[in-house]
């Protein structure tokens, strides 16, 4: 008798910690993913401004679970999952692969949502991945290479706009902001990059909203003190090659000139989990997430656990807490059926606080009732970021850029190419395959302004 199979989809969060904790147990595991390494998202951001490596955050997955004898990895996009014959099918390049399972873990993640109006990501990329991280990048630095080009029409091209107060947007703001006063304000001579406009556009009433009141109005007062211009209450009408066309609350509308526009509103579950639902009956909310069942799995499958910012279940954010407790947890009730034992009581997350970096040495900081802020709050960021990094030369090479930038000016990691711009320096631009699994959209996504 062949031992008991665990597939898992996805080497994120949930499924790189759920294939560790069944390190010890008689099973097989075999990991799917399209991507090659684990991809540590929080950090996407200092990829995207030239901080750090795409190396240090995302570490081959191979490498990370070359020790545990009981896991194969293999590398391919998943494109269809058979509930009835438990098989999943995945694509690399012309090669197809059938794999079988007995249990089945699903955490593909999500992507960057456009409500709707997908015409809009050739314009505005958003920030899931490497290759996103990437090609803000070029987008970002060769801005200010086009400037220097074109000094007439330098503003434009030193103009950019963030879509979405969240962290991500919040981050990414302050960082464009920070490089160009501090990294590049003496690297060009016919443009001054200090006077690049950063503008960061939200739909509420407050940036890092779900932080609080009081840390979203300090927040917003950091951001404005290092000149960005935060507008709240701006809703995102249509994105071309011109820029920006936003409506405000008050009614007026405005189209913003810009070159580069960061998309930061929104983000959608991977369009597996529409797949699992339809077969199972289990309902999906309006981000494509399925309504799991309280122990995390499919309504008549109890071999299928679906995780992290796939899952709609007690309105849990998407973070990445939720995704490593729901992986340890699917791994603690496979083992324990192995084993005989009853399963465990509905899974429970346990809420270790929420963090955002504004710029360096600032950020704000949630720990149960505890709000933090400043200093201090950036100081609890960077030890908590270094301790979930995943492999020791990773937290080393990490630090050292850190030392770098944050102390200095510097940023080590500047390179980009054009290609890598998808198109944003020659106006160019297409768009991405978003039918797959891992890009797809959600086909009953209700279309609607973007907030």
Partial sequence: ???????????????????????????????????????????????ATGILSQGEIAPAT??????QHNATVLMGDVTDIDLAARTVTS?????????????????????????????????????????DALELRARIFGSFEMAELQPDDA???????????????????????ELSRRTLRKDFRNIDPTKAQVILLEGGDGVLSTFGPTQSRKAADQLRKMGIDVRTGAFVKDVDGTGVRVAYKDGTQEHIASKCV???????????????????GAELDRGGRVKVLPDLTLPGHPEVFVLGDMISLDDLPGVAQVAIQGGKYAAKTIRGRLEGKPDPEPFKYFDK??????????????????????????????????????????????????????LGRARA?????????????????????????????????PTQDAA
């Avoid at 191979?62 to 020790?67: A, G, N, Q, Y």
């Avoid at 020791?392 to 770098?404: A, D, M, R």
């Avoid at 990691?413 to 106006?427: D, I, K």
């Avoid at 631009?429 to 959209?441: I, M, S």
Wanted: with cysteine.
């Fill in 155 to 177: 503003q434009a091209w030193m103009r950019f706009v963030v879509v979405g107060g969240g962290p991500t947007g919040v981050e990414i703001a302050g960082q464009i902001s």
């Fill in 262 to 280: 960061v998309w930061g509103a929104g983000v959608e579950a991977s369009p597996l989990g529409a797949q699992v639902a339809q077969q199972s």
């Fill in 62 to 67: 191979r490498e990370i679970l070359r020790s």
């Fill in 1 to 47: 008798m062949s031992r008991h199979h665990v597939v898992i989809i996805g080497s994120g969060f949930g499924g790189l910690f759920a294939a560790k904790k069944l390190r010890r147990a008689d099973c097989d595991v075999t990991l799917i993913s399209r991507r090659p390494g684990h991809v540590f998202q929080p950090l996407l951001y200092q990829v």
């Fill in 413 to 445: 990691e500047r390179t980009f190419t054009v290609e890598q711009s998808r198109g944003a320096l020659t106006n160019t631009r297409g768009p991405r395959d978003r039918t797959k699994a891992g890009g797809g959209t959600h086909p009953e996504l």
């Fill in 91 to 131: 694509h690399l390049g012309d090669q197809v692969n059938v794999t079988g399972y007995d249990s089945l873990i699903l955490s593909a993640g999500a992507q960057t949502g456009y409500f709707g109006n997908d015409h809009f990501e050739p314009y505005a990329p958003g920030l899931k991945g490497i290759d």
């Fill in 353 to 406: 606080g929420s963090m955002a970096t504004i710029s360096r040495f600032r950020a704000v900081a949630n720990v149960g009732k505890v709000e933090l802020r400043g200093f201090i709050a950036w100081l609890a960021w960077l030890f908590i970021h270094i301790l979930y990094l995943v492999g020791f030369q990773q937290k080393i090479s990490t630090l050292g850029h850190w030392t770098v930038a944050f």
